[in-house]
């Protein structure tokens, strides 16, 4: 009969867990009553699984949750890929309806204000003004407004008697914007013109820029401007007199078109001023 094998740890660990081999239990229990320091220890152990696994059979027991069958889960999957299959499609049909519309509307942008006739030639000098005046101050951190809207009032005051017409700060907090406040500026010979800008809370930051206007080609719809050398955007319109431009950085085309109508509405229901009202300082 050969020499038992030594007691080692794994014969030990498989007496806690319940695995030992009965072939093994006689020596494991001797090796227990010849060590009985260590047998404490190791019956103590198997105490703690015992109690542990009675705590926790009745989740044990449990049946497995409908969201956690095999058969529900592979269903889940094939739902999802139909979803994922049904977007990319969905995607492709806009793309080509897209492209489609694109052609077919080339010709309706930009829309026309009511009663506004097109201008054709180089852009106007009002806009090169407003594209001017939001590189420089729309960047600035320091003071990118002269009068803060917490001043608007006397802002807006100030600016109606300068411009000779009133003027207020159109409400773009439905377009996600919030009036920063203003400044005065001088336009082409002179002229007085008004900058007002407005911030979202991402932090980017758009102008509408106004002054009289009453170069050749006299009223006109809204018309896209884009300098790309300045990364700056934004409609311009003239109306009633005054030219207008909304400008921005890093702001989508639809974006800005909404925003210029939203300002379109609100200034030009305003009254003109008798033309040459007399102005006076903040």
Do not use: K
């Amino acid at each position: 009969m050969g020499e038992a094998m030594p007691i080692g740890e794994d014969d030990l660990q498989a007496w806690i867990d319940g695995r030992l081999a009965p072939s093994r239990m006689q020596e494991v229990e001797a090796w227990m009553a010849a060590n009985p320091e260590a047998a404490g220890r190791y019956r103590a152990m198997a105490a703690e699984l015992a109690s542990l696994r009675d705590a926790l059979r009745s989740r044990h027991d449990a049946p497995v949750p409908a969201r956690l069958r095999i058969a529900n889960l592979q269903a889940g999957r094939r739902r999802a890929r139909s979803r994922q299959w049904r977007q990319v499609a969905a995607v492709c049909a806009w793309l080509a309806l897209g492209s489609g519309f694109g052609w077919v509307g080339h010709g309706l942008w930009p829309m026309p204000l009511p009663g506004a006739a097109p201008v054709s030639g180089p852009t106007r000098p009002m806009v090169a003004e407003a594209i001017a005046a939001h590189h420089v101050f729309a960047a600035d951190l320091g003071r990118p407004v002269e009068v803060a809207s917490r001043q608007e009032d006397q802002l807006l005051r100030w600016l109606s008697n300068r411009l000779a017409r009133p003027v207020s700060a159109p409400d773009l907090t439905g377009q996600g914007y919030r009036l920063m406040g203003g400044r005065l500026l001088p336009g082409a010979g002179g002229t007085p013109a008004a900058q007002l800008m407005y911030q979202d809370d991402a932090g980017a930051r758009l102008t509408v820029y106004l002054r009289a206007d009453r170069a050749a080609g006299g009223e006109t719809a809204f018309r896209f401007t884009d300098d790309a050398a300045q990364g700056i955007a934004g409609f311009w319109w003239v109306e009633q007199g005054f030219g207008y431009a909304v400008l921005g950085q890093g702001i989508s085309r639809p974006s800005l078109l909404g925003v210029a109508a939203a300002v379109q509405r609100q200034l030009l229901t305003l009254p003109s001023a008798p033309a040459g009202a007399p102005g006076q300082s903040l």
